[in-house]
Each structure stands twice: as structure tokens, then as C-alpha cells.
């Protein structure tokens, strides 16, 4: 008899839902970074997107600059699409804000609540919505065309009890763990250039990180060969511990030069016919650096080659000429192409 109710007990009560933690979930959202091959677009909707590069979990949607965020090799133009789950307190009208520099939009359900879309300097748009309580799934889609190494996207809203609006918080954003694994499988990491041959691989993330800067001579180290401040994040500031700015040494002008040149490909157009790695019309970079020396000549002859286009190098295929491109700017790409051996 006992044996029987108990049996009744567990298969009828069953923890509910809510209480139960959902461990298919994990905090944040999901940042996918595509680069886009037409860089003459000036809308959302016009974008074409090539290359998925970078895959990274925000906490909160306030990216406002590369430092902050230096896993982005600062490739332009990119689109950035941020996805996930709202988890709404209570059942209410919410005002939402979205602040980018280029175009953005903030969509929940599938239905478009805020339009920050365009090509523009730093602009907040605002909307408000009515929700539900519980979760709801949320996706900003993001673009940025002009070269200079800083972003912002920030998404906030209205919060009664300050009576003015704040970021978001973190708790109130969720992601299923499987999409998570899905984008981190699937991300093609660009590669940067070789950084043995530049000898200073935080510069290549972005020139303000040279280790030079970073650690100064006299820097107390803390733990390990990095700076470390007492909670446990890395320190990218220009201060040392002690609040004094750093001088900026000079720049190791070779990276510079290569970093710029990868960044140029993109809105260069060059991307259309060439991938680094794969034969698109044109050859793969990669194959090219391995083609020739990395020589004055060489440079000087493939960059009269890339403006004037040609053919018969890599088969019947032609470059058409590039000559609405200046010549030194053609110089940092071969360079940066020569450098991908
Ligand atoms: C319309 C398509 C197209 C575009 C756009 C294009 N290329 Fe090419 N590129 C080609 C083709 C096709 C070849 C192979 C030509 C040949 O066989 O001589 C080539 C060859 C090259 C080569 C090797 C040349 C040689 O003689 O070995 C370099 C370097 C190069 N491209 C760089 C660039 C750069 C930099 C850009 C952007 C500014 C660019 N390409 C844009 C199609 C293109």
C-alpha cells in the first residue's frame, strides 16, 4: 500500500516549471560578426553578408569601443547581429532606446520596435512596446561602414524607478546554450597577419594595444607576465598602477601598414573576386604570398598590376583595373596580401 502512493507521488508531482533551473540556457546574448561584400549600402536590408568571423557572448548590449571589445580585429564594414532572449519582469508598456553610430534596429518577437537604420554619426532612436511578462526573444542587427577603430551600439530603456533610462542589465537577458555551440562551431576566425614576423601581436588587434603600451618598462607586473587589477580583469588601460598615463612610444609602423592593408580589402571591394584562403574569380591571397618574394619590386609591380588590372597570371579570368583606388592604398593591401605566407 505504501509502496503504491508512493509510486502515485512521484509521478504526479513534478517540480514546476519556473523553480525548475533551465540549463538550456545560458546568460547574455549571442554577437555574430559578418563582414558585407557591398560596401555602397546604406540600409539594413541592402546588406550582403560574406564572411561569419567573430562569435562572443555580451552580457549587455553597450559595445562602444574596440578596447573594451578587442576580440574584433576592427574589420569594417561589419554587421553584427545580437540575438537571444529578454526575460520580461512585468506585464507593462516598456520604452525602449537604441544608440549606434551607422545603422541599427531592435526587433522583439519578430516585430520591429525600434528604427536606428542608415548611415549616421552617433543617434539614439526610442519606441516603446507593450510585453508580457516571461521571455521573449530579441534580435539588433548593427552596421558599420567608416574605417576608425571604435563602435558603439547600446540598447537601454526607460526604468520608473530611476525615473530615467539605464543599460539594460544583464540578468534580463538569456541564450540557448545550443546556439551558442552552433555559431562557435561555425565562425571563420579572419586570420591577422603573421604575428612572429611583426614581433608585437597586440598591435595587430589595434595600434593603441602595442605592448608598449601595455607594459611599460617599469610596470608593476601582478600576476603571471600580465597586469592584472584585483578582481581578476586584464588591464588594456593606458595608465599604469598608479594612474599615470603612459607615454605612447612610436608605433611599429610594419604592423601598422599590414593592419590597415587588412582592413582595406573589405571596403575596397577587393572581396568580391578574393578570399584569403580560397579561389573566388581571383586567386586566394594566401596562394599569392606564396607565389612571390616580398620584395620592393614585387609590391611595386603588383600594385601597377592591381591598378591596372590584367590577366593571364592565374588563368583567363581578368582584374578589372582598380584605378579608383590611390596607390599607396593599394601598396598597404599588397603588403599586407605579401605578408599572408
Ligand atoms: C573583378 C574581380 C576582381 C577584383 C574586384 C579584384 N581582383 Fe585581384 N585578381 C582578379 C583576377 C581574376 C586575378 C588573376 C589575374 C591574372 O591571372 O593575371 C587577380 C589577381 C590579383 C593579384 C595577383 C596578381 C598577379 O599578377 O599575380 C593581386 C595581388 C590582386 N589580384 C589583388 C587585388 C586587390 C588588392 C584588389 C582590391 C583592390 C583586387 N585584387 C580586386 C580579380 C579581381
Not at 107 to 114: S, T
Not at 173 to 181: A, D, E, P, Q, T
Not at 191 to 212: A, R, Y
Not at 222 to 237: A, H, V
Amino acid at each position: 500500500m505504501l509502496g503504491f502512493l508512493f509510486s502515485i507521488q512521484t509521478t504526479f508531482c513534478q517540480i514546476p516549471a519556473q523553480i525548475k533551473p533551465d540549463t538550456s540556457f545560458q546568460s547574455g546574448l549571442l554577437s555574430k560578426v559578418y563582414l558585407f561584400t557591398n560596401p555602397e549600402a546604406k540600409k539594413l536590408i541592402e546588406i550582403k553578408v560574406d564572411t561569419f568571423y567573430n562569435a562572443s557572448i555580451l552580457e549587455k548590449v553597450e559595445v562602444s569601443d574596440l578596447l573594451k571589445n578587442f576580440s574584433f580585429a576592427g574589420q569594417v564594414p561589419f554587421l553584427m547581429e545580437v540575438s537571444g532572449e529578454i526575460v520580461i519582469p512585468e506585464n507593462r508598456p516598456y520604452l525602449f532606446k537604441l544608440r549606434s553610430s551607422d545603422g541599427s534596429a531592435l526587433w522583439i518577437d519578430g516585430k520591429k520596435v525600434v528604427n536606428n537604420d542608415g548611415v549616421h554619426k552617433s543617434t539614439e532612436s526610442e519606441a516603446e512596446f507593450d510585453l508580457d511578462a516571461g521571455p521573449h526573444s530579441i534580435l539588433i542587427r548593427h552596421f558599420k561602414k567608416d574605417p576608425e577603430p571604435n563602435k558603439e551600439l547600446c540598447l537601454s530603456w526607460f526604468e520608473p524607478s530611476k525615473n530615467g533610462f539605464e543599460i539594460i542589465p544583464p540578468e534580463f537577458f538569456r541564450i540557448l546554450k545550443s546556439s551558442v555551440r552552433q555559431a562557435m562551431n561555425q565562425v571563420q576566425p579572419l586570420s591577422v597577419p603573421d604575428l612572429k614576423s611583426i614581433g608585437n601581436t597586440s598591435e595587430v588587434l589595434h595600434p593603441s594595444l602595442s605592448k608598449s603600451v601595455l607594459h611599460k618598462k617599469n610596470f608593476n607586473r601582478k600576476r603571471g607576465r600580465k597586469n592584472f587589477r584585483s578582481e581578476g580583469s586584464i588591464i588594456l588601460s593606458r595608465r599604469d598602477s598608479l594612474g599615470k598615463e603612459n607615454k605612447m612610444s612610436k608605433p611599429d609602423s610594419k604592423a601598422k601598414i599590414l593592419l590597415e592593408g587588412s582592413r582595406l580589402v573589405g571596403p575596397s571591394g577587393c572581396l568580391a573576386c578574393h578570399k584569403e584562403n580560397d579561389k573566388v574569380l581571383g586567386p586566394a591571397f594566401r596562394l599569392v604570398a606564396q607565389k612571390y618574394k616580398s620584395d620592393p619590386a614585387t609590391v611595386k609591380r603588383l600594385v601597377e598590376k592591381v591598378y591596372n588590372g590584367g590577366t593571364g597570371v592565374w588563368g583567363d579570368y581578368a582584374m578589372a583595373p582598380q584605378s579608383h583606388l590611390k596607390k599607396d592604398k593599394i601598396e598597404k593591401m599588397v603588403r599586407w596580401i605579401l605578408s599572408l605566407k
